[in-house]
């Protein structure tokens, strides 16, 4: 089959931090077709090498296909930071957008005067992503980075705000803006954490502007749907979801990031 | 080919936990051989289906098979509740010693007229294995149990003392030990609690005993080997490290809960 304008968006993470993503897809474009894949069995992806979150990303994206997709959202930094040459050559001539360099955009149009500041997980740090899509469009931008992990589990256990999520927000976030010239922009470089924003913000201070990529993403999602052609008239069929291990878990869990309940019928098992 | 004497005891983890039952072993019996694998690559266990967890330890338990072993050793609560049935059958007439039962019997031998508190991962705590093995050897025995998910990040970080931990550590620990009758004993049912143990008997405090089953099990392994005639009378090859993602990673972190430093060059990566 070929894709036309009822086929839905594909969108893919490690687990369910890529439901901000799809939330602001869902916002910005409602009459758009969904299907979301989470690889729960397989999460996290930001403490695995960028070989085997490579691997794993093509296998997600193979399944995605079988759902005839228009496009392909990587709805996760740290896979979008290894693997989007791979997945771009696999679906070409497919559009694949990632998160990475629609929060790049975003913080260098937020604070073209940095420095730029961004937390993320070991992995995405590690590979230096946002550092290169950052300077690319801004060659002299000051970057810095620190990865940010137990904001990954604070988000899951649904600890968004209180003392024990400030204590670890200023734990690394400290650090990240003690160096000189202080960063006035902070990108949140995972998924998971924009439901953290409210803490971020306020251990951060108010002359610190949040960078979230889910809806530069969702906007750039729009951008090359219009460029294509593509965008559904509408109505849109009810979103699809598929996780690889525990499908209940997810439809509960994923209610956090979504910020809305997800019926767990709605969720399919799949083994990649 | 069939072990004897001098063939090594095959230690299995989701990851890097279980590191604190070979610890324990080594402790115990240096004269023994140790091969170790993490599965780093799907780790955690604790958030996934019994389904998915017991198809990976059996994976993982064919890995160890090619390095011959005399034993196998089950470091981790998550594949001990989940998987054990199946490993004993494919494994037979090998034995196999898990760290639920060692860990109820040490719970029952230091508490006996309890109650007991049990934390560990969520997967533990929804299969009731610690509720089952307790009652199992005192069936009136009352336990409590609560999942205590992000001590595995603190551990991981080696945030394992301090403000953050001991928030952590009194948010779990305080409605499992405000139960009345107040529990005398507490389990750290997951392998990557014992690192936590300090900030964990701060925040219990000296009334209740905490009970780590990575010393018990380490007695387990000691009884089946002289059982079986198989106690090696050494000297030990050094022992090797097996991960299914990052041996780097694996090395760096390991320390943490092997308590002495790993050589990156004595892990090697496996695909299982």
Chains 1, 2 share one sequence.
Request: glycine share 10%.
């Amino acid at each position: 089959m070929t894709p036309d304008l009822n086929s839905p968006i594909g969108i893919f993470d490690s687990g369910m931090g890529g439901l901000t993503v799809m939330a602001a897809i869902r916002r910005r474009l409602p009459d758009e077709a969904l299907v979301y894949l989470g690889d729960t069995a397989r999460l996290p992806y930001g403490t695995k090498s960028a070989d085997t979150v490579t691997r794993y990303a093509l296998q997600a994206a193979g399944a995605l296909l079988r759902f005839d997709i228009k496009l392909l959202v990587v709805a996760c930094n740290t896979a979008s930071a290894a693997a989007l040459p791979a997945l771009r050559e696999m679906l070409a001539p497919l559009p694949v957008v990632g998160v990475i360099e629609p929060g790049a955009a975003a913080a260098v149009s937020a604070v073209p005067a940095g420095p730029i500041a961004v937390i993320a997980t070991e992995g995405t740090v590690r590979g230096g992503a946002y550092v290169q899509a950052i300077q690319a469009l801004s060659p002299a931008m000051p970057v810095v980075q620190a990865p940010a992990p137990l904001f990954v589990g604070l988000a899951e256990e649904g600890l968004t705000g209180g003392p024990i999520a400030e204590a670890v927000a200023a734990r690394y976030l400290g650090p990240l803006l003690d160096t000189v010239p202080r960063p006035r922009g902070l990108v949140l470089g995972c998924t998971h954490f924009p439901v953290l924003k409210d803490t971020i913000a306020k251990v951060a201070g108010p002359d610190v502007t949040l960078i979230d990529s889910a809806e530069t993403a969702a906007v750039r999602v729009e951008e090359v749907l219009k460029e294509k052609g593509l965008l559904n008239p509408g109505p849109p069929a009810a979103p699809k979801f598929l996780a690889t291990d525990a499908p209940g878990r997810f439809a509960h869990l994923g209610e956090i990031f979504l910020g809305e309940p997800i019926d767990p019928g709605a969720v399919a098992l799949v083994d990649l």
